[in-house]
């Protein structure tokens, strides 16, 4: 099976932009989590989607949002960038399913640096 | 909520040499137990889990111990090897919090030749 894939590899935006990345699960599985990854702060959870729906949610800023379609894929979307928006974005696949609820898979990760 | 702390931050030891890694959570009602290696520039990769019901869990060179009562888990290298070195990552999550993980701050591991 493919691995977890995310779009674009690397990013650069201005404060106050936007920005959208993607995430495609491996297939079968129905969870994607998000996780934002910097030096100081290490992985912190932002949110986690199976089937459409965010089951759980970390403690972020509500400019940060996503969405996951009935594929699967998953998007993340950052609004109204700031400089501390910097870092390693990595989503991980889950079945999500009951027997293999909890192993977590991640992606090469989507290098977002804010100028 | 959940809060895991992990140690020691660097870690270097000779090739050959084990490695312990340990890590503690707050939750009681944490149940699943993961450790990532993350080498440079490179996605972080499962390497071993254990969950609350098991104490002990072995793959080759690498075992997970979880000490429920004391609220501990460690992470065992034996024999290390330079391609051994990597950040790993120590992380919790319950059941009802849905792939909900919490992590550690990670230990860089350096296996010197």
């Known amino acids: 099976k493919a691995g977890v894939t995310q779009t674009p590899r690397y990013l650069i935006k201005t404060r106050g932009q936007q920005v959208t990345l993607s995430c495609s699960p491996i297939s079968g599985h129905r969870s994607v989590s998000w996780y934002q990854q910097t030096p100081g702060q290490g992985l912190q959870f932002l949110f986690e989607y199976f089937s459409e729906t965010q089951r759980n949610k970390g403690n972020f800023p509500g400019r940060f949002s996503g969405r996951q379609f009935s594929n699967s894929r998953s998007e993340m979307n950052v609004s109204t960038l700031e400089l501390g928006d910097s870092a390693l974005y990595l989503c991980?696949?889950?079945?999500?399913?009951?027997?293999?609820?909890?192993?977590?898979?991640f992606g090469p990760g989507t290098r977002l640096t804010v100028t | 909520g959940e809060n895991v702390e992990q140690h020691p931050s660097t870690l270097s030891v000779q090739e050959g040499d084990s490695a312990v890694i340990k890590c503690t959570y707050s939750d009681s009602a944490s149940n699943y137990f993961p450790w990532y290696k993350q080498e440079l520039g490179k996605r972080p990769q499962l390497i071993i889990d254990?969950?609350?019901?098991?104490g002990e869990k072995k793959d080759q060179r690498i075992a997970v111990t979880l000490n429920k009562t004391a609220k501990h888990f460690s992470l065992h290298i034996t024999e290390t090897q330079p391609e051994d070195s990597a950040v790993y990552f120590c992380?919790?999550?319950?059941?009802?919090?849905?792939?909900?993980?919490?992590f550690g701050s990670g230990t860089k591991l350096n296996v010197k030749p």
């Open positions: 254990i969950r609350s019901n098991v």
């Open positions: 992380a919790a999550s319950t059941r009802n919090n849905f792939n909900k993980f919490y």
């Open positions: 991980a696949s889950s079945p999500g399913q009951e027997a293999l609820y909890y192993e977590q898979y």
